[in-house]
């Protein structure tokens, strides 16, 4: 049972446009939301989060926005570089799960000069 | 500062193989996490440490896996018996406390069986 979707599976974004990445969830206990960017061969790193007593959280270029109603959320990435093309991963936590992160399946960005 | 190490990068083994994979954690960090990823997916929790103490263990998809952090520092994740299905690049990630701080990743080890 998936419990994070994320769409699109792949994005391809001209240098300077916006890209944006989207996740459902449906266990309404995940209280923590965390996206991840994937270089190939590294590991996944974090770039930004968000807990859901906030509707937005903005941190240079990149943007969450949360509703918690709709149990959705989304990375946006203004004036997108050839250096973002990653694969994105959002995920979910909940403190009264399992102690690891549920992870969606990935967007694989290519940002074109 | 070192991040988390991840020993080897690369693993090769015939089915049947028993194989050992290390992560080394960022210092000081007391909470420890096993991720399984297979190709073109997301990572998959398979088991958590806080501090030697292995408090989840839900994630691990068979008896065949095993897991140890006896000093509360370095980790192994063991496969015994391989199979095709393992696969997978294994991650490991450390954070100072629990899930909801950020967890820093290794490189993973790729994990081949043939």
């Known amino acids: 049972q998936q419990q994070v979707k994320q769409s699109p599976q792949s994005l391809i974004v001209q240098k300077g446009g916006i890209s944006i990445i989207n996740c459902a969830y449906e266990?309404?206990?995940?209280?923590?939301f965390p996206w991840y960017q994937q270089f190939p061969g590294k590991g996944p790193a974090l770039l930004i989060a968000?807990?859901?007593?906030?509707s937005e959280k903005k941190e240079g270029r990149f943007t969450i926005s949360f509703n918690k109603s709709a149990k959705q959320f989304s990375l946006h990435i203004m004036d997108s570089q050839p250096g973002d093309s990653a694969t994105y991963f959002c995920?979910?936590?909940?403190?009264?799960?399992?102690?690891?992160?549920?992870f969606g399946k990935g967007t694989h960005l290519i940002i074109q000069p | 500062g070192a991040g988390v190490s991840q020993s080897p990068r690369y693993k090769v083994a015939k089915r049947g193989q028993d194989v050992a994979l290390r992560c080394d954690p960022i210092?000081?960090?007391?909470?420890l996490f096993w991720y399984q990823q297979a190709l073109g997916q997301g990572p998959e929790f398979l088991t958590y440490?806080?501090?030697?103490?292995?408090?989840?263990k839900s994630g691990l998809p068979s008896d065949r896996f095993f897991a140890e952090r006896p000093e509360g520092s370095v980790s192994t994740l063991k496969i015994q018996r391989t199979q095709q299905e393992d696969s997978a690049v294994y991650l490991c990630?450390?954070?100072?406390?629990?899930?909801?701080?950020?967890?820093?990743f290794g490189p993973g080890t790729r994990l081949l069986v043939l």
């Open positions: 990630a450390s954070s100072v406390n629990r899930g909801r701080e950020t967890q820093y």
């Open positions: 266990n309404t206990a995940f209280d923590y």
């Open positions: 968000i807990r859901p007593d906030v």
């Open positions: 995920a979910a936590y909940s403190g009264g799960g399992a102690d690891g992160l549920t």
């Open positions: 210092s000081g960090h007391v909470s």
């Open positions: 440490f806080q501090n030697e103490a292995q408090l989840d």
